[in-house]
T-cell receptor, first 114, second 114 residues
C-alpha cells in the first residue's frame, strides 16, 4: 500500500541555522505533497505544499523540493527561529481535487536552540 | 482561507460509553472528509474517509462498528466512538480537502476513557 517515510525523527539546530527534513513516498501516482507543522495539542497546520508538476517552491524562509524520479521531497527551513520548534509532518496524496487519501510520514521533532 | 471546526476539543468518558465528535466545514461544502487518530508522539493514521450521503470507507484494521461515521450534510461529519475503552484514548482529528486550499485540519479532540 501507500507509504511515506520521513527522516530524521528528531532534529536539533542552533538558532539561525538551516534545517532539512526528507521524505520518500512509494505511490508513483502521488501528485500532491504538503508539509504540516503541528504544535502540542493542536491539529496540523499547512506550511507549504508542492504539486508534481513543480520541482521547487519557496515561501520566505521555507522551501520544498521534489524529485519525482527518485520519489522523494524535502523541506528546507532557513534562518531558523525558536518559534519554529514543533513537529513537522510530510504527506502525499494522489488526485487533482484533494479529495483523495492523505498519507503522512512519521514526523520530525524540530528543536531550535536559542 | 478554509476553516474546519471540530468539537469538543477534549472529552473524558467512562469505559463502555459512547462519545460523538463533530467536524464542520464552515466555509465550503465538503462531500468528502477524513478522520485520523494520533497516539502520543506518533503520526496521524487515517481511520476512514467520510462520504456525504453514503457509507464511509474504512482503512484496514479499523472497526467500522466501533467507529461510526455519519456524513449527513455537506458541512458536517461526525465520528462516534462506541463502547469506548481505555485503549481508544487518543487524539482524533478530522480534515477536509479542497482543490484550491489543499487539506485543512480541525483542531483535534483529545479523548480520554477512564
Amino acid at each position: 500500500g501507500e507509504n511515506v517515510e520521513q527522516h530524521p525523527s528528531t532534529l536539533s539546530v542552533q538558532e539561525g541555522d538551516s534545517a532539512v527534513i526528507k521524505c520518500t513516498y512509494s505511490d508513483s501516482a502521488s501528485n500532491y505533497f504538503p508539509w504540516y507543522k503541528q504544535e502540542l495539542g493542536k491539529g496540523p497546520q499547512l506550511i507549504i505544499d508542492i504539486r508534481s508538476n513543480v520541482g521547487e517552491k519557496k515561501d520566505q524562509r521555507i522551501a520544498v523540493t521534489l524529485n519525482k524520479t527518485a520519489k522523494h521531497f524535502s523541506l528546507h527551513i532557513t534562518e531558523t527561529q525558536p518559534e519554529d520548534s514543533a513537529v513537522y509532518f510530510c504527506a502525499a496524496s494522489r488526485g487533482s481535487s484533494n479529495t483523495g487519501k492523505l498519507i503522512f510520514g512519521q514526523g520530525t521533532t524540530l528543536q531550535v536552540k536559542p | 482561507g478554509a476553516v474546519v471546526s471540530q468539537h469538543p476539543s477534549w472529552v473524558i468518558c467512562k469505559s463502555g460509553t459512547s462519545v460523538k465528535i463533530e467536524c464542520r466545514s464552515l466555509d465550503f461544502q465538503a462531500t468528502t472528509m477524513f478522520w485520523y487518530r494520533q497516539f502520543p508522539k506518533q503520526s496521524l493514521m487515517l481511520m476512514a474517509t467520510s462520504n456525504e450521503g453514503s457509507k464511509a470507507t474504512y482503512e484496514q484494521g479499523v472497526e467500522k462498528d466501533k467507529f461510526l461515521i455519519n456524513h449527513a450534510s455537506l458541512t458536517l461529519s461526525t465520528l462516534t466512538v462506541t463502547s469506548a475503552h481505555p485503549e481508544d484514548s487518543s487524539f482524533y482529528i478530522c480534515s477536509r480537502g479542497h482543490q484550491n486550499y489543499g487539506y485543512t485540519f480541525g483542531s483535534g479532540t483529545r479523548l480520554t476513557v477512564v
